[in-house]
């Protein structure tokens, strides 16, 4: 399935793939079939790997709805991308799993403007906790940080706006900007940002609008040394500069989404980010 210029891993293809498997067809016949089909290898291959690890629970089941993610349209060989009312640039792109880093997302005066008007609220970071669905802290967390409500005033609403234009999501389908701030040998362990429905606490999460799908970390700062975005299960850092941003999605609340993710300790200085998670449904 083609999607706005992305080839998109659907439920059908990975049942599709399962049955291939389950029958024993060497692993070349089948990324061949899949680039005759008109996939590109890349994709193929991660489709593919995901197959061979086993059956994992089919994404209608694991999601309200099984309809459109978050995605930004890349055209082929684009180096910028239209986000409302400013051009971003493009750095680097994966496909499986869905990353892509952006330059140049928001301005050096709007990054600052974002950290004096948070610096003022800041308290110690919550996680939400599995049992409840309520928000505790964790030492796995050791920053401090603050929501603004959705549109909450000017500078604000125009993130939002450019943020639901550079990924083609409403912008009541996402939470109230966060913004944290990382001192020197503040972290966030690697974690996921779905809800895992294993967890009795997940379904009073779910009532304010579904699952998580995506996460967009935006960096209000250049920290002096440290604090990368780093995703262990495909080795890769994304070093934070003031104004840039990267973006993730995930279909379901599985592991195989390769989404696990951190913040590396900041080694000096500090580090500012700006967060907003996209939900499924409206966000209340």
Not at 129 to 154: I, L, Q, Y
Not at 226 to 254: C, K, W
Request: glycine share 10%.
């Amino acid at each position: 399935m083609l999607r706005m210029g992305v080839q998109i891993i659907t439920a059908e293809l990975r049942r599709w793939l399962a049955a291939q498997v389950e029958a024993g067809l060497a692993r070349d016949a089948v990324i061949d079939a899949m680039i005759e089909s008109g996939w590109r290898r890349d994709v193929a291959l991660g489709a593919l790997d995901e197959a061979q690890r086993g059956p994992t629970v089919d994404a209608t089941a694991q999601r309200d709805t099984a309809g459109p993610m978050p995605q930004l349209t890349l055209a082929d060989g684009a180096t910028t991308v239209a986000a409302g009312d400013r051009e971003v640039r493009l750095i680097a792109s994966m496909q499986y799993p869905r990353v892509v880093i952006l330059g140049g997302l928001l301005s050096a005066e709007e990054c600052d403007a974002l950290v004096a008007l948070a610096r003022q609220r800041l308290e110690r970071s919550e996680t939400v906790t599995h049992d409840t669905g309520s928000g505790e802290v964790n030492a796995a967390r050791t920053s401090d940080g603050m929501f603004f409500a959705r549109g909450e005033n000017a500078l604000v609403a125009r993130i939002e706006a450019r943020v639901a234009a550079l990924v083609n999501w409403p912008v009541e389908q996402g939470e109230g900007l966060q913004v944290l701030r990382y001192r020197s040998g503040d972290e966030y362990k690697p974690h996921y940002d779905y809800f895992d429905l294993a967890h009795p606490g997940t379904a009073s999460v779910l009532r304010r609008g579904g699952q998580r799908v995506a996460t967009l970390v935006m960096y209000l700062n250049t920290p002096l040394r440290g604090g990368a975005t780093i995703f262990p299960d495909i080795a890769l850092e994304v070093m934070p500069q003031r104004g840039n941003a990267v973006f993730f999605s995930y279909d379901r609340p599985h592991p195989d989404t390769r989404t696990l993710h951190g913040g590396a300790p900041v080694l000096d200085g500090e580090k500012w980010v700006a967060t907003k998670w996209l939900h499924e449904r409206r966000f209340k």
